[in-house]
C-alpha cells in the first residue's frame, strides 16, 4: 500500500470474501470506488498468507492471480532514505518465464504487475526524478520482489555512475491460482478509441505562455438607452434644462407652421403652371 500511495484506498475491515468462488463483491467494491484494480489479502489453513491481484474491465473481473507470499521484509526493518511518495518507478523484469511468450500465466502477471506499479503516464522524464526501482524476478514458480533507491554519484564523465540502495519491501512469492480472461476479451478490454490521448479541444478558451486559462464572451449588442437605471438625485434634470428644453419645444413649433404656409404655397404656384428656374 505504501507503493501506491496516494493512488489508492484502504479497507481494514474483515469481510468473507473469495473472489475465485463468487467475485460479485469484489466487482462491488471496485464499482462503488471507480477502480480497475484491486489487491486483497487473506490467511487460512489450505492458503496460508493468500495475496489476489486482479484487474476489472467494464466493472467485471478481467484478470486474477491468487500468490501465496514465503517471505516478506516490510519497509520499515530497511533503515535507509526512502524515495518520495508517489513518484514514477522504474519497472524491471528478469527471469526465463517471463521472457517466454508461451507462458501465458506468467505473461498476464508481468502485464498485471505493470497495471499495478507503473504510476502515471508521462511524456518527458527528467533523469533526476527517476529514482525508484522494483526488481520483478521469475525464478521456476516463484516470483521475488524487490525495491530500490537509485543513486546518481560523479563518475568524471557526463554519464553518472548509478548505484542501487535496497528499501524494501522485500516479498518472496509463489504463484498458486489464477482467472485469466478469454484472448477475445483481453483483447477487447485492451482497445482505445483513437483520440484517447488528444487533448480536448474547448471552444473560445485559450492557454497563454505561462499556463493561464482565457476564456473569450461573446455579449450580444446591448441596448443602453433602454436600460432600466436606479432613479437618484444628482443625477435628475435641473429646473433650468427642464425650461430650456420647453423652450426649444416652443420655438420648433413656431417654425413648423411657417414651413406648411411656403409648402402649400409652392404646391398651388405649380398647379397654376408657374416654373422655377
Known amino acids: 500500500a505504501v507503493l501506491k500511495q496516494p493512488h489508492l ?3 481494514n ?3 468473507d470474501i473469495r473472489p475465485f468462488e463468487d467475485a460479485t463483491k469484489v466487482e462491488f ?3 462503488k470506488n471507480d477502480s480497475s484494480l484491486f489487491m486483497f489479502g487473506n490467511h487460512n489453513k489450505k492458503r496460508p498468507n493468500n495475496l489476489i491481484i486482479g484487474r476489472m474491465f467494464d466493472y467485471h473481473m478481467l484478470d486474477m492471480v491468487e500468490l501465496g507470499v514465503e517471505s516478506f ?4 526493518d530497511f533503515k535507509t532514505a526512502k524515495v518520495a511518495s508517489g513518484s514514477k518507478p522504474c519497472l524491471m523484469f528478469a527471469g526465463e518465464s517471463f521472457a517466454d511468450p508461451a507462458n501465458k500465466e506468467f505473461q498476464r502477471l508481468k502485464n498485471l504487475l505493470i497495471d499495478f506499479f507503473r504510476g502515471p503516464e508521462v511524456t518527458n522524464v527528467r533523469l533526476a526524478g527517476i529514482e525508484h526501482v522494483i526488481q520483478i524476478t ?3 514458480n516463484k516470483v521475488l520482489f524487490r525495491s530500490y533507491r537509485i543513486i546518481l554519484k560523479k563518475s568524471g564523465t557526463r554519464i553518472p555512475r548509478v548505484e542501487l540502495e535496497e528499501i524494501g519491501p522485500s516479498i518472496d512469492w509463489v504463484l498458486r491460482r489464477s482467472q485469466l480472461a478469454s484472448d477475445d476479451l483481453f483483447k477487447t478490454a485492451c482497445k482505445q478509441v483513437k483520440n484517447v490521448r ?3 479541444k474547448v471552444k473560445n478558451i485559450s492557454q497563454d505562455e505561462l499556463g493561464n486559462k482565457m476564456g473569450r464572451v461573446h455579449v450580444p449588442a446591448q441596448e443602453i438607452k433602454k436600460i432600466q437605471t436606479r432613479k437618484v438625485k444628482a443625477l435628475k ?3 433650468e434644462e427642464k425650461m430650456e428644453q ?3 419645444k416652443k420655438d420648433k413649433a413656431r417654425v413648423r407652421p411657417d414651413k406648411m404656409l411656403l409648402r402649400k404655397c409652392l404646391g398651388e404656384m405649380m398647379n397654376k403652371g408657374f416654373f422655377f428656374t
Open 29 to 31: 467494491f471496485c464499482q
Open 246 to 248: 420647453i423652450q426649444k
Open 73 to 76: 521484509t516490510p519497509l520499515q
Open 9 to 11: 484506498v484502504t479497507f
Open 138 to 140: 521469475a525464478v521456476e
Open 237 to 239: 434634470e435641473s429646473k
Open 198 to 200: 488528444s487533448e480536448k
Open 13 to 15: 475491515k474483515k469481510n
